[in-house]
């Protein structure tokens, strides 16, 4: 009969077996306490900013005593920070999401 120490060096691949399982031990087990304040503070600016910048458009647009050449300008500026809110900050929140899993892959190392 062979004893668990044999089976143990009869199997290179184990101690990547246990890597993996500590890795996805890691990620499963997450602390209420270790909060992602960056990206909690991107998601909130996404969808404060994206409603915000509809409301100015859909005010300025609506109401013909807003229609004056100053707000115009202040629409356009408006549509821009709703495309910011729309495409930067859901791809800089990927981002974020990516650099957490890469720094947990070199901590388990």
């Known amino acids: 009969m062979t004893s668990i120490d044999q089976i143990h060096l009869e199997i290179p691949f184990i101690d990547h077996y246990e890597n993996v399982t500590n890795f996805t031990h890691s990620i499963l087990s997450t602390d209420i306490n270790d909060l992602n304040w960056p990206i909690l503070i991107l998601s909130i600016s996404a969808v404060f900013g994206t409603l915000g910048n509809l409301l100015v458009c ?4 609506l109401d ?3 229609q004056t050449s100053t707000n115009w300008f202040l ?3 408006a549509i821009a920070d ?5 495409i930067v900050l859901p791809l ?3 981002k974020d999401f990516q650099g957490k899993s890469k720094q947990i892959i070199c901590n388990s190392k």
Do not use: G, H, R
């Not at 709703?82 to 729309?86: G, K, P, Q, R």
């Open 82 to 86: 709703c495309l910011v809110s729309l």
């Open 75 to 77: 629409f356009s500026l």
């Open 58 to 61: 859909v005010a300025i647009s």
């Open 64 to 66: 013909k005593q807003l």
């Open 92 to 94: 800089s929140i990927i």
